[in-house]
């Protein structure tokens, strides 16, 4: 029997999604200034690049000690996430003080991403409990919102001054602030979501047994070695492809923008139609996309302006349009009580991965030039859509299944 979400269910979600983005902002506040950063500090350019990769590697900390310790699915979930959001809020706040700088801020920073992993997948664990029939479109429709706020940096290199990178850093960590008292007052659990869980031992185990999961999980590692390599380096290419195109100082910003933030349409429109025809052939067509524009857009910078921004749009659609499927697939298949656990592991394993992929891609483009520096992205979607394609026949055994009166 299917049961209709509750009235208020929009505006719940509407909520959710508004804190969700800005506990997120802290992710990449450093990211478009740490140029500037490491200059007033004296640091190398070499040491730049942990601004982005501590937040990773402090996501990967935080949802494997949330994973080990099921605080997922042991905690509330609005209130996990207040705290963690006020957490990185604080940390955030910190590398604006006098006397930060180096070490200190790589440490604040990977205390960021410890962080919002008790941000992000408590948000999706509480999106996936306002509702059953339409998961794709409301995890779409968060992934899509975090999506537009990891873009929003790339503009503000326009209007905030490099000097002034700590009122960029300090508006971040107000932004977090402010979504640690949106989910200690409005934001709240829905009627599906599973109970909070004791702990087990075992449960870990028993969520990884789980074919499923382990499914989705393989497809997401898929799209994970893709997303945050090229989110991460746009910019740089755009820069460089501005150069070569002789275009104004204000256009590679805008690109990078709007190369990112365009994902926020695909993942809606991919969530929608998940809900239709699936999670897997979603994400089976998502990625084929992504793979061949992976493949493409270097060899474009010797072709007209208009296709290789054709190629970088469709790009920025599509290599985020499945990222909400693969966790919608999770909460679908995991054991109801660990649905929160499910989720961790799957991005705890997935940003461990793009701490590969972040350091690589520059390499690549050292030796090989931006021509080709994107070409063995496309490797991760192949390995995807195989995972996938399985999960496709087990979604299909899932809905034949007789249910029970």
Not at 32 to 41: H, L, N, P
Request: charged share 10%; proline share 5%.
């Amino acid at each position: 029997m299917t049961v209709a979400p509750p009235r208020n269910a929009l505006t719940q979600l509407a909520w959710l999604l508004a804190a969700v983005v800005l506990g997120m902002s802290p992710w990449f506040s450093a990211t478009v200034v740490a140029s500037s950063m490491i200059a007033e500090w004296g640091e190398s350019s070499a040491r730049g690049i942990w601004l982005t990769l501590g937040v990773q590697l402090g996501f990967v900390i935080g949802s494997t000690v949330s994973a080990v310790l099921l605080l997922s699915d042991r905690c509330r979930p609005a209130r996990l996430a207040m705290w963690s959001a006020w957490l990185a809020a604080a940390a955030t706040a910190a590398l604006a003080l006098p006397g930060i700088r180096g070490t200190q801020a790589i440490a604040l920073r990977v205390v960021v991403g410890i962080a919002l992993a008790g941000v992000y997948p408590p948000g999706i664990k509480l999106a996936a409990g306002w509702t059953t029939t339409r998961r794709g479109t409301v995890i779409g429709a968060l992934v899509g919102g975090t999506t537009l706020g990891s873009a929003v940096p790339h503009l503000l290199r326009l209007v905030v001054d490099a000097s002034a990178w700590r009122s960029l850093v300090l508006m971040a960590a107000a932004c977090a602030a402010f979504s640690g008292v949106l989910f200690a007052t409005i934001v709240h659990e829905g009627p599906f979501q599973g109970r909070s869980a004791p702990f087990d031992r075992h449960a870990l185990g028993r969520v990884m047994r789980n074919r499923g999961v382990r499914l989705a999980t393989l497809g997401y590692l898929g799209h994970m070695w893709e997303l945050y390599a090229m989110w991460s380096t746009i910019g740089v290419f755009w820069s460089v492809a501005g150069v070569r195109y002789g275009t104004p100082v204000w256009f590679a910003p805008v690109m990078a923008f709007a190369s990112v933030s365009v994902g926020a349409v695909g993942s809606v429109v991919a969530g929608k139609a998940s809900d239709a025809i699936g999670r897997s052939m979603v994400t089976i067509v998502a990625m084929a996309i992504s793979g061949l524009c992976a493949v493409s857009i270097g060899p474009a910078l010797g072709a007209p302006l208009a296709l290789l921004i054709a190629i970088s749009l469709l790009w920025g659609a599509s290599i985020v349009a499945d990222s909400a499927q693969f966790s919608a697939a999770v909460t679908e298949f995991s054991p109801v009580d660990y649905v929160g656990t499910s989720v961790t592991i799957q991005t705890a394993l997935g940003f461990l991965l793009t701490m590969v992929t972040i350091r690589l891609v520059p390499m690549w483009s050292s030796w090989w030039g931006w021509e080709r520096a994107y070409l063995p992205l496309a490797l991760g979607p192949m390995l995807g859509i195989m995972a996938m394609w399985r999960l496709k026949a087990l979604e299909r055994l899932e809905r034949e299944r007789p249910v029970s009166a």
